[in-house]
């Protein structure tokens, strides 16, 4: 369908198309920002691309399932597709264009070039998923070659992976400003992520565990408890009390470096990662003092 007659935004899928949009954009003097996803589309992703228009004259959102971040054993090939509504979403929030490049333009055959992602992809996910970080910051790299945006946005959902994408664009010289957006969460605390909709009913119920958890351990800290094992305690019960037993970490660190911390001095982030049912979700929230002013803290450098 014409995407001028729909409202949709256009859809590129290949370099030279690619280049021609990026050139008139250019030419024209207009800012550009870039909201990259792997689709399946909710309200996180499109609060992002309201940031970006917010700031910028025009906004691309690039959707590709990324199968270098997946590990052997996670859910690559029954990750949701969803791109006709993905395209419909991206209308309402009036998207310019969407690049979907097909998965040989991204790792052509014999590609072997990674990014040796930065120190802070270590520790909690690093763990759990040992080569997540490395194939995230390669498509990231990549996306940020292909579409050279002035500011690129990404959700405080995924906090350690904003933590990531930072370090790599200091450290590689990478001229694009990243802007971490709030985390969007359904009225019911639940953060949204394209993966809820693997739930069950019964699994979206205990999956507020998390939502609660952090919580909780924003109450327990405005009431001055700043020690770590206490609040990961009570945390960790919420969760178990809802029967999430299969809990990858719940960790309290230090926001700039992600090193665990013994106590919410003066800031930390809380950060979950669980499986409730077969599906992994993970959550976050910043404590401490690091709450005060406007709430995002990681809109701004930290360095
Ligand atoms: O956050 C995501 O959806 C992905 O990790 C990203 C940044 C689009 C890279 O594939």
Redesign the pocket.
């Known amino acids: 369908m014409n995407s001028e007659v729909s409202g949709r935004p256009r859809v590129i899928d290949n370099v030279a198309a690619l280049r021609a949009w990026l050139g008139a954009c250019r030419g024209s003097g207009r800012s550009l920002g870039l909201v990259?996803?792997?689709g399946a589309l909710h309200e996180g992703h499109l609060s992002l691309v309201r940031a970006s228009r917010a700031r910028c004259d025009a906004t691309a959102v690039t959707i590709?399932v990324?199968p270098t971040?997946f590990g052997p054993h996670e859910d690559l090939t029954r990750y949701p597709r969803t791109l006709e509504a993905d395209l419909d979403a991206l209308a309402e929030v009036r998207a310019d264009v969407v690049f979907t490049p097909p998965v040989e333009l991204m790792y052509p055959a014999g590609f072997s070039t990674y990014v040796e992602p930065p120190e802070v992809a270590r520790p909690w996910e690093g763990v759990c998923r040992p080569t997540h970080f490395r194939g995230?910051a390669t498509?990231?790299l990549k996306l940020f070659q292909l579409l050279p945006a002035d500011v690129a946005f990404?959700g405080q959902k995924?906090f350690q992976?904003c933590l990531v994408v930072r370090r790599m664009v200091r450290d590689l010289n990478v001229p694009i400003e990243i802007q971490v957006c709030p985390i969007v969460r359904e009225p019911d605390g639940l953060a949204m992520s394209s993966r809820n909709r693997y739930l069950s009913p019964a699994e979206r119920q205990q999956a507020l565990a998390l939502s609660r958890g952090l919580r909780v351990a924003g109450e327990l800290v405005e009431r001055d408890q700043r020690e770590a094992a206490e609040i990961l305690a009570r945390v960790r019960g919420e969760l178990r009390a809802a029967g999430i037993e299969r809990i990858d970490y719940v960790a309290l660190a230090n926001p700039d470096t992600l090193a665990e911390v013994e106590r919410v001095a003066p800031s930390a982030v809380l950060l979950l990662a669980a499986y409730v049912g077969s599906t992994r979700l993970i959550d976050n929230c910043l404590l401490g003092e690091c709450l005060l002013g406007d709430g995002s803290p990681l809109d701004e450098p930290r360095e």
């Open positions: 990259p996803t792997m590709f990324n971040q995230v498509v990231v990404f995924d992976q």
